[in-house]
């Protein structure tokens, strides 16, 4: 007798039904059905012996269904105990007998044929799910077959039941972890390649088709071929050789790193089903439908149709393509809408853990609530009008969350910045200069306002309207109302909206225009220009001792000031006096004008300038002239060649920088009537000229030539023959030289132009005795010559040549005659000191001490007659050598003989 245990009942049957819904709902199908049908088939679907734990060997049924009804009531708080009661005393309602053998017998004959029912209903359902793909792996199907009451069903009965029905049911796998290098994405640019396979077999004749690559890695149709590191390096080599393009070269750089990281056959394997897993992930992201998946990537890439249905099925369905990963990535992202959403779908504790979920929604939170600070922000900033604070805050908003649409557009319809720093400047022509500062953006535009009803524009449309589209940070109003206070208003427009204003004010206020000053010895007249607006001008002198007074003006355009020193300068203010629409009193600002009382203005005509020392020691020059009443004179220098004004014509004294005019600076002095001025010494010619000054013209003087023209630079003389080439280093300027050269007391002279120069390349003297050569800078001007210090160079002489040769009789017994030297020269008469000189050696003596002196001798020479003389030399090995040297300073130039004649 088999005893009923109650606690193996609890843990095996009662707790796991309280989890299992699908069962306990079939149970409370079969006891609905129970109470329309009797029929033993109604309960058939269920396991209904292990349920109640029914012995296999049907012993003692009646006492082991007393024991288990027993125990359900006791455990009425538990649903399945309830059920499971309820259906027992169902079944007896319905007249079946649970303690008899007979009723468990007709059971599984019944459960046989409902079972067969259930397998062809659950295989229509799984194809009818699995349509889009046609795959299913074996642990879903087992999944799915417990899940409807099939878990006692072999593994080999579903699979025969299921592919029945067109679906194929193939192991599970897992994803590869392998990282694709850029290197291998960026063939997914060229559209040569399909997927990395192709790349793989590049050097096949034909593309693959068929591609496994999860159980496998082989390509077909019919016989299957293994994809190996042999081939991929014969892709490379394929690579290498191929006509270059940018497809192989990328091809060259993918399979350099294949070759490199994926030697092995598995781990290249993992690596082209990484490659796969990344394109079907690309294509899910963009919402591709699985049966538009799979046919490009059967159709596109030549993947196997099953592996392709496999990756899809692997990457979709209960194994989502997104996890936490996608939604920190896509809170980085700003998608904040997007991470949400995929928070919820895929924020499973069961799946990634309590902590890391909680470590998530935080992130995610953070950026929602630092969103929804932001936005809060930018409302009380557009309730206070700081478009300024929102346009800042919903920028930071939006980088938060980009697709958030909502967001940019409130950014686009904020008013831009106002303009800040607004400035109007009144010009001297009577206009307006407008300036401001601006630091929103190259997209937005300025429109200028101006208003005179006493209040600053507070919109565009409040004034009228100077300038609008404006790009540039300032305006010019050319025209501006006078003598009222005019307020000018600057808005930014950014696509149609305008920012609040920048405002200033100002009030114009023309001068007094055109004012001269006419002069007599001891009166100015003065004249001027009013605006119509004016209603007066004053008049203030300031006197040559700073004391001020002011000028009765009159009520015309003119007055004359009488009473004045001539030649004193005086300085006269001019305001012109306006009254405003509230009657206050203004006036401009000052316009002011030097003069000074004097007569007709007169030339210089008596310059005087001589050399002088400078009160430092210095040596100068000091010009003098007599002062003429009431105007200052200056001295201005001009180079020697310049072609200058004649005295009397009136010039510009800007225009005399072109004529390369410079004012001379010295120190003025006066005494008996005569100004004088005393300046350094100038360093080359120059022109002074006089001019008497008046305002910015005056009136070309006297003039007088001052200085010295610079010296050649670097000398020298070379001998060519009786010919002498002398060359230097001209002067910046238009000089020409004086050359002179010199013999003893007597000397030559001439002149050399740049331009003769240059085409004899120096200048030539025919001279056979100059002992030196000077030359001296000439300058012409204003019809007069000047020339520089000589510059000097020293001739060596040219010596006299003096020939010789030599008879050396031979040696006859130990015995040798005496040896002839018979000298002369050409024009050269004196004495001559010689020293003849023995060498015993093969080599001839190149000076007189390379040798033994073994005579002196002493010669007379007329300059036509040879002379002869004979000398004995020792006894000398052969071979030695006989040569004739200048003794000490001989003044001659010893020209040798052939060496025949020296060598013995």
């Known amino acids: ?287 591709e439908l699985l049966a538009s ?74 950026a929602e609530n630092r969103k929804a600070t932001l936005v809060a922000e930018y409302e009380a900033a557009i309730a206070k009008r700081d478009y300024g604070t929102a346009a800042n805050a919903l920028t930071q908003a939006s980088v938060i969350d980009r697709k958030d649409a909502r967001l940019t557009e409130r950014l686009e319809k904020l008013p831009p910045p106002s303009p800040e720093y607004l400035v109007a400047k009144p010009l001297e022509n009577g206009g307006i200069t407008l300036s401001w500062k601006f630091d929103g953006g190259a997209d937005c535009q300025f429109i200028v306002v101006r208003s005179t009803d006493g209040h600053a524009p507070a919109n565009t449309g409040d004034g009228s309207q100077l300038a609008r589209d404006l790009t540039a940070a300032t305006f010019i109003d050319t025209a501006p109302p006078v003598a009222k206070r005019v307020h000018y208003s600057v808005f930014a427009v950014r696509r149609g909206v305008a920012s609040l204003p920048a405002s200033a004010d100002q009030i114009v206020l023309p001068g007094p225009k055109d004012v001269t000053a006419g002069s007599s010895p001891t009166e100015i007249t003065l004249m001027w220009r009013l605006a119509p607006e004016a209603v007066g001008v004053q008049v203030t002198r300031t006197n040559p001792d700073g004391t001020r007074a002011p000028v009765n003006a009159g009520g015309t355009n003119r007055t ?140 070309f003087g006297a003039s007088a030539v001052v200085g010295s023209a610079p010296s050649v630079k670097n000398p020298r003389v070379d001998r060519y023959g009786d010919e002498l080439v002398v060359s230097w280093e001209w002067p910046h300027g238009d000089y020409s030289a004086a050359v002179s050269w010199f013999s003893g007391s007597g000397a030559q002279s001439k002149s050399v132009s740049r331009a003769e120069y240059k085409i004899n390349g120096g200048c030539r003297i025919q001279a056979t005795a100059v002992d030196r050569v000077t030359i001296s800078t000439v300058a012409f001007g204003n019809g007069q010559k000047w020339i520089a210090s000589p510059v000097e160079v020293q001739i060596v002489a040219r010596l006299p040549v003096v020939k010789y040769k030599l008879e050396i009789p031979p040696s006859r017994f130990g015995r040798r005659k005496p040896v002839r030297a018979t000298v002369e020269s050409d024009g050269f008469s004196g004495p001559v000191s010689l020293l003849v000189v023995a060498r015993e050696s093969s080599i001839m003596p190149s000076r007189s001490t390379d040798g033994e002196v073994v005579e002196k001798i002493r010669v007379d020479l007329d300059g036509v007659t040879p002379a002869s003389v004979e000398f004995n030399i020792p006894r000398l090995v052969s071979p030695f050598w006989i040569r004739i040297f200048p003794d000490g300073g001989a003044p001659v130039k010893l020209e040798d003989p052939p060496t025949n004649q020296l060598k013995g």
């Open 1 to 287: 007798m088999t005893t009923f245990d109650q606690k193996a009942y609890l843990a095996d049957v009662l707790k796991p039904l309280t989890r299992d819904k699908l069962l306990l709902a079939e149970i409370q199908r079969a006891l609905r059905e129970l109470q329309g049908s009797p029929d033993v088939s109604v309960v058939a679907g269920l396991d209904l012996a292990t349920l109640l734990a029914v012995p296999a060997d049907l012993s003692d049924l009646a006492a082991h269904i007393t024991s288990v009804d027993m125990f359900l009531n006791k455990r009425q708080s538990m649903p399945p105990a309830q059920f499971l009661k309820k259906l027992i005393a169902e079944l007896k309602v319905a007249g079946h007998d649970l303690t008899s053998p007979a009723f468990w017998k007709q059971l599984q004959s019944a459960k046989a044929d409902v079972f067969k029912s259930k397998l062809a209903d659950f295989a229509a359902a799984v194809s009818l799910e699995h349509q889009a793909l046609k795959v299913i792996t074996k642990e879903q199907l087992s999944d799915k077959a417990k899940a409807q009451g099939l878990g006692s069903i072999s593994e080999s009965a579903l699979k025969l039941a299921v592919e029945g029905s067109g679906i194929v049911v193939c192991s599970d796998f897992k994803l590869p972890t392998t990282p694709i290098q850029r290197g291998v994405t960026d063939i997914g640019r060229f559209t040569e390649y399909r997927s990395i396979v192709d790349v793989l077999l590049l050097a096949e004749p034909q593309r693959a088709e068929s591609i496994r690559v999860i159980d496998e890695l082989t390509f077909g149709p019919g016989g299957r071929r293994p994809i190996t590191i042999a081939q991929v390096a014969a892709a490379q080599k394929a690579a290498e050789t191929g006509k270059d393009s940018d497809a192989l070269q990328a091809a060259q750089k993918a399979l350099t790193i294949v070759r490199t990281d994926f030697a092995d056959s598995a781990d290249l394997q993992q690596f082209v089903l990484a490659s796969f897993v990344a394109t079907t992930k690309e294509m899910l992201a963009r919402g």
């Open 293 to 366: 998946a799979l046919l490009k990537l059967t159709k596109g890439t030549g993947l196997d149709n099953v592996d392709a249905a496999r990756v899809l099925a692997k990457l979709s369905g209960s194994t989502s393509t997104r996890d936490l990963n996608d939604v920190t990535n896509l809170v980085a992202e700003g998608s904040l809408a997007d991470a949400r959403n995929t928070f919820d779908a895929v924020a499973n504790v069961d799946q990634f853990g309590e902590a890391e979920v909680n470590r998530v929604a935080a992130v995610l939170a953070a």
């Open 560 to 699: 004359t000031v009488t009473g004045l020193v001539t030649g004193e300068r005086y300085r006269f203010s001019f305001e012109a006096v306006y009254v405003l629409p509230n009657g206050t009193r203004v006036v401009s600002p000052p316009v002011a004008i030097d003069a000074s009382p004097r007569g007709v203005i007169s030339v210089i005509g008596d310059l005087h300038i001589a050399d002088a020392k400078l009160s430092d020691g210095r040596d100068g020059h000091r010009a003098t002239w007599t002062e003429p009443g009431g105007y200052s004179v200056e001295l201005w220098a001009f180079p020697v060649d310049e072609k200058l004004p004649a005295a009397g014509i009136e010039v510009d004294l800007a225009d005399l920088d072109g004529i390369d005019g410079r004012r001379v600076s010295g120190v003025l002095g006066a005494s008996s009537g005569q100004t004088s001025l005393s300046f350094p010494r100038l360093r080359d010619l120059r022109v002074i000229a006089a001019i008497t000054v008046d305002g910015n013209r005056g009136l």
